[in-house]
């Protein structure tokens, strides 16, 4: 349950801060006040696509923040380092920054996230029904994904179950035809796979830092004589001048108490001389002149460039590369082999994807009178009396959603044949149509699905009668999750739990939205302006006090009892 927004530079909107309840809750003022900024509001905190051209002119950022409450872990998958309870029977907190310039920052407790991060939280915690998303439901694609909502886990469990079979299928269909063409171009290219085989094998590469080795070898080697020499005349002067001057130094200080400390840095030095005076005659008899190791060092660095030049950029790349090969020459070797196993295998997948599709096609079949069923009886108290929703399934060439069409038949009126939905209604028959399916779909989830539920002017086009159907179906989905709904009809709005009145007002030379909860007098008084157009008509006030009195006598007797 959303218990708290707030709107701070979005759009005309300075800084809106609204509590939020249980139950129904309409959003009402009049035309360009600003209630469809409050839903703008929503879609940004749900993760909605961000356009700084709602940012309020003069300000550096819009934000927005919202307080939700449940009684279920809400997991956010792929959240830092894995995935993350964000809420266990507690709350949490969303917020969005949309700047001017740069890019949109999304948090969740405080914490920064990516927008897909928030769209896979907003998504357990806000259903939203926009003005014109009857639209969508027109599409075959669309419709489809709706029966299976209404068929829930079971088509869920089915449809992931095929997508797996499919996936597995389109992968051995890849290794299939990565094993390469006819009979002749895999007798060449195991020829050429066999000769850098062989050549690479007589390389016997085994250390891929043997060219720096080597490299460091060779440029001992390559002056070797001048090397020693330098060496032993390095011994010759560190054993022979340097020691004694250090030992005839020492010997004129160690006796003379005040420069004891100057005679103990002198023998250290002695010593350290004696240390290096060995370590350079160990390195001098190290070197060699060896004029055969040296070329056969040429030689080998040569033939490692020349396969770096062929087959990598690096020893670790060519190793890599052979061992490529020797997995390619293999997979070649026994090419017929290979193929019949993944034939097997591709059979096997599509087998379990035939059945797959074939066990989702009962699943939908069977949801198919239920879902139809339960949207007609929602027509019926939609002031459809007479009207008929049949949902048709139907064989189709495989998708990635299983292989049917599904269709939404609606007939309208008595005698009429049902039709697909777009050309079976008028406006506002469609609209009552496209309604009864959203609120079916939202009753359909489990006890553990609460989400706070909003409808943008999905009344849109109903009046009279049909809008306190349109009311009373509402208010009975309010009974179980929470109800937001932006609505320009009296009628619907006199069955809230509570009411929030947007309005603009001039402040110096800009236009400000105001958004503020109604107590009793203020509901009458809109109520009364959304009637008649005014709020100081008694004839007004006193049709309005009666549609909220009816109203709840009506919600009251209709509404099952909201679950604690």
């Not at 709602?54 to 927005?64: C, F, K, N």
């Not at 023998?267 to 370590?279: F, I, M, T, V, Y």
């Not at 017929?336 to 939908?364: F, G, K, P, Y």
């Not at 050309?423 to 006890?447: D, F, H, K, T």
């Amino acid at each position: 349950m959303l218990s708290e927004l707030r709107v701070q530079h979005l759009g005309i909107v300075e800084e809106i801060s609204l509590p939020l309840g249980p139950g129904m809750t309409v959003i009402t003022g009049e035309t360009g006040a600003g209630k469809t900024l409050l839903v703008e509001a929503l879609e940004l905190l749900v993760g909605g696509r961000a356009d700084s051209g709602l940012v309020r002119a003069g300000d550096e950022a819009a934000r927005v923040e919202g307080r939700f409450e449940a009684t279920a872990v809400v997991r956010v998958t792929g959240a830092g380092d894995g995935d993350a309870d964000v809420l266990d029977d507690g709350e949490v907190v969303l917020a969005r920054v949309v700047p001017v310039n740069g890019r949109s920052r999304a948090y969740v407790n405080g914490r920064l996230a990516t927008a897909g991060e928030l769209a896979d939280l907003g998504a357990r915690l806000v259903d939203l029904h926009g003005q014109h998303e009857h639209q969508s439901l027109l599409e075959p694609a669309n419709q489809r994904r709706a029966l299976d909502a209404f068929a829930g886990a079971p088509a869920r469990d089915a449809l992931t179950e095929y997508r797996v079979a499919r996936e597995r299928y389109r992968s051995v269909e890849d290794a299939l035809a990565a094993m390469g063409g006819d009979s002749r171009s895999r007798a060449r290219e195991l020829d050429l796979l066999r000769f850098q085989a062989e050549e690479l094998e007589r390389a016997a590469l085994s250390d891929p830092g043997e060219d720096a080795a080597l490299e460091a070898e060779e440029e001992l080697l390559a002056d070797a004589a001048a090397h020693h020499d330098a060496l032993d005349a390095a011994v010759a002067a560190v054993q022979g001048g340097v020691l004694d001057a250090l030992g005839d130094a020492y010997a004129k200080l160690a006796s003379r108490r005040p420069f004891e400390a100057l005679a103990e840095r002198l023998r250290a030095l002695q010593a350290e001389a004696a240390d290096l005076g060995h370590e350079l005659r160990v390195v001098s008899e190290s070197v060699v002149v060896d004029p055969d190791r040296l070329a056969a060092i040429g030689e080998r660095r040569r033939l490692l460039r020349e396969l770096t030049r062929k087959y990598g950029e690096t020893l670790d790349d060519v190793m890599a590369f052979a061992r490529e090969v020797r997995s390619r020459i293999d997979d070649l070797a026994r090419f017929d082999e290979r193929v019949a196993e993944l034939e097997a295998r591709r059979e096997q997948a599509n087998l379990d994807a035939t059945m797959a599709a074939e066990r989702l096609s009962a699943v939908r079949r069977a949801a198919a009178p239920k879902f139809a069923a339960a949207v007609t009886s929602r027509l019926q108290e939609l002031a459809m009396p007479a009207a008929r929703l049949e949902v048709e399934v139907g064989p189709a060439a495989p998708t990635e959603d299983g292989a049917d069409d599904v269709v939404l038949l609606l007939a309208a009126n008595p005698g009429e044949p049902a039709r697909p939905v777009a050309r079976a209604a008028s406006g506002g028959e469609l609209a009552r149509a496209m309604l009864a399916i959203r609120v079916v779909l939202a009753g359909a989830r489990s006890p553990g699905d609460e989400m706070t539920l909003v409808f943008d002017e999905v009344d849109a086009g109903i009046g009279g009668e049909a809008g306190v159907a349109v009311g009373r179906a509402l208010s009975v989905l309010a009974a179980e999750q929470q109800v937001l709904c932006v609505t320009h009809l009296a009628q619907v709005a006199a069955f809230a739990d509570a009411q929030v009145l947007v309005a603009k007002r001039s402040a110096g030379r800009r236009t400000v939205a105001t958004a503020q909860v109604l107590d009793a007098p203020g509901r009458v008084a809109e109520l009364s302006r959304m009637l008649a157009g005014a709020s100081d008509s008694a004839h007004a006030r006193g049709h309005a006090e009666e549609l909220i009195v009816e109203a709840r006598r009506v919600r009251e007797a209709s509404r099952p009892g909201r679950r604690g």
